[in-house]
């Protein structure tokens, strides 16, 4: 998927460009296109509630019974659980229902754990943000410099070993790796722990918590940053690459600037463009992305709780789930938009 | 003098399929990325092509299996074997055959899907038509909203929905890999579009059909091989993962399902290999796909070369 998924968005990435230098003839551009862009980003939220709304109505999923899995429910006690979630009532009255529920936070009821979805979320919602911000940082960090440092000087040897590397990186499914350093670095070599977010045992307050989180965080953080950062580091490559052949690069040199200054004043900062608007889309993909990691690892976060719901099949909490990743999807790729907006000046107003 | 040969058009067309074939062979033979990664690739599918050569398929079957369970490599097994007591190495080898076969089945339906909503919204989208740009526009907006949803998490409802079986997990991987593909070939289109020949031949009076097919698709084509076989790469992966969470086939052994089986079966304590053989070979496809699409896009887009 990702290979496919990374030409795909470069190429509308690029496609974006052109679109807007057509499109954004007239009007006040920058303010105008800003504002057309949020406005389909809710357009698309709105279908994605909706597309929610019927798939998971679509789904077998008889609330009474799965919630009463497990013990006994008399057919009067059913039926008033199923009215509840509203099963007996027309279509449209269902969908409104849900409409205005889930604007108000209410996303129903865990069929596993029997409280509300958003408690589940909300528990979630910080190791997922945690791991995926920390590895998100790291990956971008060394990707783009190992992508600055091959693509400036492309043929040498650390662009063949570093392009190998990463081509292996990037075939590598994230959770096979996460398994590999979980026997190598907890099981052989008692080094890591096994799983988990906290130690079950011992002192979690001030310092020493903040130490046995951080020993905790270390190899899913690991994991998840080598996957991606072999994606960024691809890319930067190739768009420094790009870069390379331009003229005003000519200038800086005659100017007489050291290859340094050239480097990073001038190609670097042109060449950051795709970087960044991949950078802002995977961070939208990676809150769902991390699923496989956090399942290797144990990390309580949204991933885990996906994968365990997955397995019950406790469809609230996947349908929660499910919006949350659209949503972070989708205002990523604004944000992604807007930035690219801002930065690239050839994108607004032709 | 001999006589002058006389050939149809047709014969014409083959000879210059052929010599172009030829062409690009010669340019692709220098490419030595793209040599090891075909290498790879033949290598591969012949393994999976004489899987019932190379291993009895009855080493699949956990009734049948004899040896000790999570032993380390020995005389009959030489990967060690699994939980069940099967040797690992006739899982690999008989896992090749599931997992190619997503590979090429789900790529499949996503090129012809992606194929066919690119060039229609880039050929319409040319039309001087508000029609054509409307029906572009929508094909567009979809495109745009399959990307935005999350693949892991649609593939795991719809997954949910129709039951792990073979087809579901084509039919999965396959309606969420398009977009990538409909937008590139979309955007080749669209460059195709301009051209003159595309002019004369509707000035001829050409069908939208006519035009699609027998003119835009030829020069889209090259571009789509090339994206075909890197899609094939992502579509392995993503059985893979698919696997691993518990939405594949559990009847038959992919080396998803191997991962699977691996990580549930508390694989540390145990033979590593069956760890390692799956990913071993799973990078080896994947890179084996990859470095042919590359070399492919390389010899059909000269600007793409030396890189």
Sequence with gaps: MSGAFLDGALAAAQERRGEEERAARGGSGLARSLGVKVLSAAVTLLFVLVFNFFLFRVLPADPARNLARGTTLTATQMAAINKTFGIGLPLWQQFTNYFVQTFHGNLGISFQYHIPVSQVIGKALWPTILLVGTSTVLSTVIGVWMGIRGGWKHGSAFDQISNGVNNTLYAMPDFWLGMVLLIAFSSKWFLFPAGGMNSVTGNLSGLHGLLDLLWHLTLPCVVLTLVYLAEYS??????????????????????????????????????LLPSITLIMLNLGFVISGAI??????????LGLASYNALNFPDYPVLEGCFLLFSAAVIVANLIADLLLTVLDPRVRQA | MSEPVTISARQIGWQ???????DFWLQYRRDRNGMIGLVILVLMIAVALAAPLLASSRGLNPALATYPANADPGWHYPLGTDSDGRSVLTELIWGSRISLLIGFAATALSMVIGALIGIVAGHFGTLNHWFGRQTDNVLMRFTDWFLVVPFLPLAIVLARTLGPSLHVIIIVIGITS???????????????????YLERARALGAGHW??????????????????????????????????FLGLGDPTRASWGE??????????????????????????????????????????????????
């Design chain 1, 234 to 271: 691809l890319v930067m490559r190739s768009s420094l690459i790009d870069e390379l052949g331009n003229d005003y690069l000519l200038t800086a040199r005659a100017k007489g600037l050291r290859d340094a200054m050239v480097r990073s004043r001038h190609a670097v900062p042109n060449a």
């Design chain 1, 292 to 301: 496989t990691t956090e399942t290797v690892f144990s990390w309580p976060g």
């Design chain 2, 16 to 22: 210059r399929r052929r010599e172009a074939l030829e």
């Design chain 2, 178 to 196: 398009w977009p990538g593909t409909a937008r590139i070939i979309r955007a080749q289109a669209l460059a195709v579009e301009n051209r003159p």
């Design chain 2, 210 to 243: 006519h035009q699609m097919s027998k003119h835009v698709l030829p020069n889209v084509m090259p571009l789509l091989i090339a994206n075909t076989i890197l899609t094939v790469a992502g579509t392995i992966l993503s059985e893979t993962t698919l696997s």
């Design chain 2, 258 to 307: 191997m991962l699977n089986g691996a990580f549930n079966n508390g694989v540390g304590t145990g033979n590593a290999l069956w760890l390692i053989a799956p990913g071993i070979a799973i990078i080896a496809v994947v890179m084996g796909f990859t470095l042919v699409g590359h070399a492919t896009e390389a010899v059909l887009d000269p600007k793409l070369r030396e890189r």
